[in-house]
DNA sequence: AACCCAGGTTGACATGCATCAAGGCCGATT
DNA sequence: AATCGGCCTTGATGCATGTCAACCTGGGTT
């Protein structure tokens, strides 16, 4: 985002302890050493582009990916083109850690917009974290974390209503750009109606309407995928677990 | 369940190297020592019953659990008393690895019948791992293999419909019990219809329905908990990705 | 500038499943 | 053995959301 105006090999290949991804992507704690020895592991690539895969489902696993800048989708495909969107990744998450089980990668992952990827071999990274005890619970957190993303996903498909997951996604979009410093009510989306829709279980069609209806009533103001969140605390408490009063729905 | 007539205290506290489970839950070349030393670790617990809980969400994270016999439901209870019900854990299954990130259980465990549960306290199990490769590998794997599995649930959730997702139940149910030496067509389900509906997102009486429907077309024979599996590759063709031909529901 | 087309929106309709309601079955309690 | 209550089943109905179809819109191409 924020990019001098002469682009150098050097500037792309910022380290570590300079990317402003650092406070998200580095354990706290870590001695300088060990960030410079984290360093000499990670690879940089040159900026990747929209419908790039970073990894196809099938393939051998070798690596773990973090979004630097811009966006990537990461979806199972399924027999006749049909496929599962499992995730949206933004800067400072991270890719593949489903695929350590298997050593194969079991969903593809495409990038959604230019963005730049930083490659993490696994077993260097591996072999690194049994000899830094700090990064090695880290390690152990992110893992962990994704659990608990993931349990929030399936009470979201299992119990939530059009409305409520359409808000709960916008939430979500909000905290992790804040989270990057970026504006949490002012930001667009990389990705079709179509993904979302899939990604939450839902029509695009009803994507559509939901956006439409949240506009109606004030909530956002949607331009293509340009969003500004006009009243997110009123959107939060959609997302939030309530469901409309009087509704039986999913008590059980 | 096989056990010997005269249950003691031995016999319970069965270590690790001669525990039925060893192959699931030990890594592959892990030395006797290292396994003597994990096994040091682990606390054995006298059976626990129905409705005791292994911890409760909001709790302080200390240990993993692992379901040596019975079986366990996770679940997060939500305000009015409903909960969403995350999970059914059989032999060999461990519980708690979302509590790692937080350092705090985010669901609640229940048992769901007389079980045997080990205990590993994770602060000496991460210890432990550190000077144990191959330990630390497999810690990685099973992490992994958890949001795998969260992944699959998500399709689930996702796209499958009603039936699909009861027949996906229970051909995991089938596939989770063969592999722990039991027979994979003739079981006993722990949960009831309301949790199960509630783990599928269905309602009961949908459960209820599909059960009866899947019986009248002589899939399964269902007797209260007691479950038949007489027609398992249909079953599997009906969880299998594949929606009914014509259907062009959410193929987007 | 005219065209094209993928993605998005909107409307009309269909349906799968939740909901509501009633009754049945079985184990537990006395 | 009679009573009770939890769980399950079955039937009737309604609604949220998927599906189908038509049109719109803006960006890219010639």
Redesign the pocket.
């Known amino acids: 985002m924020t990019q001098r105006k002469v682009i150098s090999f050097e500037t792309i290949r910022v380290a570590c302890k300079n990317c402003t991804l650092s406070q998200l992507c580095l354990p706290m704690g870590m001695s300088p050493e060990d960030v410079d020895r984290l360093d000499s592991i990670v690879k940089r690539s040159r900026p990747l582009h929209r419908g790039d895969h970073l990894f196809r489902s099938g393939e051998r696993f070798r690596s773990l990916y973090v979004v630097k800048t811009g966006s990537v989708k990461t979806y199972t495909p399924s027999e006749e083109g049909g496929e599962q969107v499992l995730g949206f990744h933004l800067p400072g998450e991270i890719i593949g850690l489903d695929a350590i089980d298997q050593d194969a990668h079991a969903c593809s992952a495409k990038v959604l917009e230019t963005s730049a990827i930083c490659e993490v071999p696994f077993q260097r990274f591996e072999e690194l974290a049994a000899s830094i005890p700090s990064l090695q619970h880290s390690m152990y957190r992110l893992l962990s974390k994704e659990i608990g993303h993931d349990a929030e996903m399936l009470l979201l498909l299992g119990k939530?209503?059009?409305?409520?997951?359409l808000a709960a996604f916008l939430v979500s979009m909000s905290q992790r750009l804040s989270k990057r410093g970026l504006s949490p009510t002012d930001f667009y989306?990389s990705?079709?109606?179509?993904?979302?829709?899939n990604y939450?279980?839902?029509?695009?069609?009803?994507?559509?309407?939901?956006?439409?209806?949240f506009?109606d009533e004030g909530l956002v103001k949607?331009?293509?995928?340009h969003v500004e969140i006009l009243n997110l605390p009123t959107i939060e408490n959609l997302a939030g677990a309530a469901?409309?009063a009087?509704?039986?729905?999913?008590?059980?």
């Open positions: 939530k209503n059009a409305e409520e997951r989306l990705m079709s109606r179509h993904e979302i829709g939450l279980g839902l029509a695009v069609e009803t994507v559509s309407r939901l956006f439409t209806r506009q949607v331009d293509r995928k469901p409309a009087g509704s039986r729905k999913h008590s059980n």
